[in-house]
């Protein structure tokens, strides 16, 4: 009977160093892909941030006068990204009501990351009312 050495072989050296590389790998790519999302969440929290802001602006107006019908649109930058967010407001009558008025604001912006740009917008809507004329 042969006896066999207590100890690791270098077989088994290698086996267990190709898992640890592999499991490494797959932490890595897992951290990678978690920072991207989490990236791009900060941006659209950044754009979402200014269609509130807007849209809050349009009810403290609201609360003093009647807000003017109409459409405006505006570009603001955010340091986070490459091109401008555009942040565009549409205030329309409700129907039947003299002091009511729906107000939808949409921030747009294009990501301009790794391959194909991509277009991407956050939309609010509210109804403000106005004090009677």
């Not at 920072?35 to 849209?55: C, G, P, T, V």
């Not at 009501?97 to 391959?115: C, D, P």
């Amino acid at each position: 009977m042969a006896l066999r050495r207590a100890g690791t072989t270098l077989i088994e050296l290698v086996v267990a160093a190709a898992f640890l590389g592999i499991a490494a790998g797959i932490v890595f790519e897992s951290v990678s892909g978690n920072a991207a999302s989490m990236d791009y969440a900060n941006r659209r929290l950044a754009a979402l941030d200014l269609a509130r802001d807007q849209l809050d602006a349009s009810r403290s107006a609201g609360r003093t006068a009647a807000l003017a019908v109409g459409t405006t649109t505006t570009q603001v930058s955010i340091p986070s990204l490459t091109t401008k967010v555009t942040v565009t407001q549409t205030i329309a009558q409700v129907s039947g009501y003299t002091n009511l008025f729906s107000v939808q604001v949409v921030s747009s912006w294009t990501e301009l990351g790794t391959g194909t740009p991509r277009t991407d917008s956050v939309t609010l809507s509210s109804n403000v009312e106005a004090p009677d004329s």
